[in-house]
């Protein structure tokens, strides 16, 4: 009796220990692919409006051919990345600040959240007013994007951390700097990346904004520019593109959890 009782418990858990092959993502993509081409070869869909797959390729060739590709990623790569870099950075110093003072939670922690829900493309008129036309703009609107939500993340990390264990490393003799850098922090990781991964596709979103709005080149600047002129399969590429940096971005701050987190 007890050995069919264990029987059924294991079975019940089974789908949370089973192992999805790699493979599998990779069938799912590429079935969706093939399913795309399909569509657009049937003419079920008009190619202005929808173009193939293949189409979307050669045309992404003549881009990668003609160098424009590489210049518009090179800009993106640099407005993205430093104002990820800025806003990461300070989300964690000001969250783990808030969420350890008592003083600075109460004095500050009403203003993060009256700012928060203000949408942040609607300050870049405010912000290139106050440091003018060029880059700094957009990467100051990203930054700004990604630092609330790793701040609230990283505050709500601090917060879930047992007071035992902070009361129990004051007690034999760490200060503050010891607390912060060998308790709070290490408890309060987990929290901080799904920060990141979530200011990750925010960055993402303000990036396109600002550089259909306010740029020359850029990913976003060249998929208005295609997008004006109906030539909807470089506009894909521009997308795809897109989609590409989100996956690898996506990809990397798992690779660097993993790193950090070993024991989650």
Known sequence: MEAATKKVIKNRVEFLEKKIPGYVSVAGITGLLVLWELVCRLHIVPPLFLPAPTA??????????????????????????????????????????????????????????????????????????????????????????????????????????DPILIKAAVTFGSNHVNVIRKVILPGALPTIFAGLKLAAGTALLLLVSAEMIAAEYGIGAMVLHYGNLMITTKLMAGVLLLSLLGLLFNRGLQWLERILIPWK
């Open 56 to 161: 979307i390729v050669m045309d992404g060739w003549e881009l990668i051919s003609s160098g424009e590709l590489f210049k518009n990623l090179l800009a993106s790569l640099y407005r993205i990345l430093g104002g990820y870099a800025i806003g990461a950075v300070l989300g964690i110093l000001v969250g783990l600040m808030l969420g350890f003072s008592k003083r600075a939670d109460a004095i500050f922690t009403p203003i993060v959240y009256a700012i928060y829900p203000i949408p942040k493309i609607a300050l870049l008129p405010l912000i290139i007013l106050w440091f003018g036309i060029g880059e700094m703009p957009k990467v100051a609107i990203i930054a700004l994007g990604v630092f609330f939500p790793v701040l609230i993340n990283t505050f709500s990390g601090v917060k879930s951390v």
